[in-house]
């Protein structure tokens, strides 16, 4: 069985709380700020899709890990390189549903009314 997982034992660190030993393990830094491991590779490779999050994040439990969401934020590359923290309850991400009374309808005039603005702005068919 031990040869179908991975043990690493040369990682250490000076820090003796677990956020900062967190983060340097996801970003190569004990410092806040840096780019997270998912990140770097998200913003070497590419996505496979334009709509979709590159990466994405599973916590277990209600509190994640003591270092936040720097553990897979993206640092001072763009925000498009961060991580989406799947949730535990309800939507899996935030703002997937409509707010309590906003029903179907209203988002669809809400969207249709953003487009015609856009057409508007932009000429007949939109910026791509």
């Known amino acids: 069985m031990v040869d179908d997982i991975a043990i690493v034992k040369s ?10 030993a967190q983060i340097l393990m996801h970003t190569g830094s004990q410092q806040f700020g840096r780019p997270s ?4 590779t998200l913003y070497g490779l590419g996505s496979e899709s334009r709509n979709l999050p590159g990466f994405v994040v599973f916590s277990s439990g209600s509190k994640g890990p003591s270092g936040g969401a720097s553990n897979w934020g993206s640092g001072f590359l763009p925000t498009v390189y961060n991580g ?3 949730r535990s309850q309800g939507d899996p991400i935030l703002y997937l549903s409509n707010p309590k009374g906003v029903d179907d309808q209203i988002q669809r005039d809400t969207l249709d009314a ?4 856009d ?3 932009f000429g007949c068919c939109g910026r791509s």
């Open 11 to 20: 990682m250490h660190t000076d820090a003796f709380n677990h956020a900062p």
């Open 37 to 40: 491991l998912g990140a770097w």
């Open 84 to 86: 989406v923290m799947f």
């Open 114 to 117: 953003v487009r015609k603005l």
């Open 119 to 121: 057409q508007k702005a």
